[in-house]
């Protein structure tokens, strides 16, 4: 069984190198999983970077996820496609206890139990998702991990992923309910430093709430089952059940009305905060010759 990671990367030269490093130097790396690393519209030495760990890598002109994913989509060798934010770090051994559990009988689609890291954030941030991480939308759902597999029976279900910002959130549609599952092993989300990056990720998060409707709207039976937000669920199921996070909610309500003012106002860019800002890292030695990587322009 051939494992496909398929990775969009926009300027992440400083944290892609963990990403691949807990990947390739797991002790359960082997030439049946493959690493595509879709630098698209970077700046910086993402591509560079990628290469030197030895992981094929595709140069991508435009700078959207969207291309990433179809450039990277149509190389892909693996049964199974692992589908992996370049800033969640993941090891070969979490890749096959996903693989393995979207060949479960039922299964198609596969993702670990997030765990929201906030220690260097501020006390605003750790507020914030002392609310969200117990929202109940999350529950049986693809998104929020960074990290999905599908099988390659769910992939068949669609040709290309649309032109559409929250490509997790389309994914968690494809696959029905039963077909999900989340394995017990936890992959490690940082969240933002800052409430201002707190507020931009919001935003961004709004905003491709709000475009995967429009999509819906305009795709009737394409998916399977999308996920319903309810505007309440921070009061009747966290609040009112923990009375003790009131003040913590506070702060969630303020972060969510000033994110989306923030993404209403005529200066908003949906790509405000992506990327990583530049600086030097360490780049290993490269392992595989120089001309193996792809320049793709759509």
Request: charged share 25%; aromatic share 6%.
């Amino acid at each position: 069984m051939r494992i496909s990671v398929v990775m969009p990367a926009f300027n992440e030269e400083i944290g892609i190198s963990t990403t691949l490093r807990a990947l390739t130097e797991s002790p359960d790396f082997g030439p049946d999983i493959e690493i595509l690393v879709a630098a698209n519209g970077c700046t910086d030495r993402t591509a560079e970077v990628a290469r030197a760990f030895g992981v094929r890598v595709l140069e991508i002109a435009t700078p959207s996820k969207t291309a990433a994913l179809n450039a990277a989509d149509d190389v892909a060798t693996g049964e199974v496609r692992v589908y992996a934010d370049a800033d969640v770090t993941a090891d070969a051994a979490l890749l096959r206890r996903l693989a393995d559990a979207v060949n479960r009988p039922g299964i198609e689609a596969a993702v670990p139990r997030p765990a929201v890291d906030a220690s260097a954030s501020s006390w605003p941030v750790r507020a914030f998702y002392a609310v969200n991480t117990r929202l109940p939308i999350f529950r049986g759902r693809l998104f929020g991990r960074g990290v999905i597999a599908v099988s390659a029976r769910a992939r068949a279900r669609f040709d290309r992923f649309p032109e559409i910002t929250a490509d997790d959130m389309f994914l968690d549609a494809v696959v029905a309910p039963a077909e999900k599952t989340e394995i017990d092993v936890p992959v490690r989300v940082i969240a933002p430093r800052t409430t201002s990056d707190l507020i931009r990720r919001v935003a961004r998060a709004r905003d491709g709430n709000s475009e995967f409707e429009c999509y819906l709207r305009a795709h009737p039976g394409v998916v399977a089952a999308p996920a319903e937000a309810d505007a309440t669920s921070w009061l009747r199921d966290v609040v009112v059940r923990r009375p003790w996070l009131l003040p913590a909610a506070v702060v969630y309500v303020a972060v969510v009305l000033l994110a989306e003012r923030k993404r209403r106002s005529p200066s908003w860019d949906v790509r405000s905060g992506w990327g990583r800002p530049a600086e030097t890292v360490r780049v290993p030695a490269p392992r595989s010759p120089a001309d193996d990587t792809d320049k793709v322009v759509p």
